[in-house]
């Protein structure tokens, strides 16, 4: 059973940083897929970042561009998602996810089908 526990977050103010991580455990974690996503309240869930299986390709959302970055530690069955210049409007709980196929990255929820627990991020002006 795939398993995946998200840790780092926090209360940051306007401009600072954090690095959030996902450790993944339940199968062959360098074969798949990862992915960022985050929820603010009353929204809806939305990409933030993917990752490929060899991180040779990395995919972000528009408003994250140039901020944040995605990687990964396949032999620690580990990714992370490293948050710059952090706004207000980053607050939401962020989640990882993983799906059972590779390829081209999704940006749809559905295409996913493992999801950590989420992890709080507050951003404060």
């Known amino acids: 059973q795939v398993q995946l526990v998200e840790s780092g977050g926090g209360l940051v103010q306007a401009g600072g940083s954090l690095r959030l991580s996902c450790a993944a455990s339940?199968?062959?974690?360098?074969?798949?897929?990862m992915a960022w996503f985050r929820q603010a309240p009353g929204k809806e869930r939305e990409f933030v970042a993917g990752i490929s299986r060899t991180s040779g390709s990395t995919s972000y959302t528009d408003f994250v561009k140039g901020r944040f970055t995605i990687s990964r530690d396949n032999a620690k069955n580990t990714v992370y998602l490293q948050m710059n210049s952090l706004k207000p409007e980053d607050t939401a709980v962020y989640f990882c996810t993983t799906r059972d196929a590779f390829g081209p990255i999704p940006r749809r929820s559905d295409d996913y089908g493992y999801w950590g627990q989420g992890t709080q991020v507050t951003v404060s002006s």
């Open positions: 339940g199968r062959t974690f360098s074969r798949y897929t």
